[in-house]
């Protein structure tokens, strides 16, 4: 697998697009910490690890629905193996009217855009939600 976090958004929007509750996935720290971040902004329910030794580990994220309705509209990939994109601080404007999110990875780790324009922080843009 050339991209774990292409695939891991594509899961979540495949999960999404067939009603499931739960999608499993490879275990990887960047994938867990790009999870947690979703669930704390309300976007998935849970992040759960399964398994103990290393080649058996799975991500198991619970997926999140408002009366039915995902509760994310849109999920994409931003900056790709192939092509990076960075922001810098003085770059990070509100996306979507404020509606939307996007997720960096900056020298302090993985945060959203409004997190990294408070601590003046730039990084490279994973992907963004609405």
């Not at 958004?9 to 499993?24: E, F």
């Not at 910490?33 to 329910?45: D, N, P, R, S, T």
């Not at 509606?99 to 990084?123: V, Y």
Request: proline share 5%; net charge positive.
């Amino acid at each position: 697998m050339t991209d774990p976090i292409g695939d891991m958004l594509t899961r979540i929007r495949n999960g999404y697009a067939a009603h499931q509750r739960q999608v499993k996935m490879p275990y990887s720290a960047i994938k867990e910490k790009l999870g947690k971040i979703f669930v704390k902004e309300g976007y998935l329910k849970e992040i759960s690890l399964e398994g103990k030794k290393p080649q058996e580990k799975e991500l198991v994220v619970k997926l999140k629905y408002h009366q039915q309705e995902p509760a994310l509209g849109r999920l994409e990939r931003v900056s790709r193996p192939s092509l990076r994109i960075y922001l810098q601080a003085k770059e990070l404007r509100p996306f979507r009217g404020g509606f939307g999110m996007r997720i960096l990875s900056t020298s302090q780790g993985l945060m959203t855009d409004r997190e990294a324009k408070k601590k003046h922080l730039g990084g490279e843009v994973i992907c963004q939600f609405w």
